[in-house]
């Protein structure tokens, strides 16, 4: 199984490059500041549905949801200060690092994990160096 703390971080690099910053605040104020996904899908108008597929999708990448939440309250603000690659103009997705341009985020982020590999391992190993000594005890 791969690093519960890399797989993580990766989620989450991921969806900021991408510029899915209401996920990144759901995902966020789920596991730290506990709120509750009904709430968090009136905020953020995305379908409860969603926002629960997201929870899951970070559960599983830690099987705990203790680790979870220490992990991302630790990375969190880090996650924040990096670029997103991917912008929205009028209802197109541009990728900055290549120009190309896409119809929603689910193909913008297949396509940073297709074509800019390098860029997200980049970018995970310079969030990991800011956090330094990340704990994972609870
Ligand atoms: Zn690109």
């Not at 989450?12 to 009904?38: C, H, Q, T, W």
């Not at 290549?98 to 985020?105: R, T, V």
């Amino acid at each position: 199984m791969e690093d519960p703390v890399i797989a993580l971080v990766r989620f989450l690099v991921i969806k900021r490059l991408a510029g899915n910053s209401s996920m990144l605040m759901a995902v966020k104020e789920y596991f730290v500041d506990g709120v509750s996904p009904s709430s968090i899908s009136y905020k953020y108008k995305v379908s409860k549905f969603r926002v629960r597929g997201y929870i899951q999708r970070v559960t599983e990448k830690t099987r705990n949801s203790y680790l979870a939440s220490s992990i991302i309250k630790q990375v969190f603000p880090v996650i924040l200060e990096v670029e997103p690659a991917v912008i929205k103009v009028n209802e197109k997705y541009v990728c900055l690092l290549c120009d190309q341009s896409f119809n929603n985020e689910i193909t913008v982020e297949n396509h940073l994990r297709r074509k800019h590999e390098e860029h997200i391992n980049k970018t995970i190993k310079e969030v990991l160096e800011s956090v330094k000594e990340l704990s994972t005890s609870s």
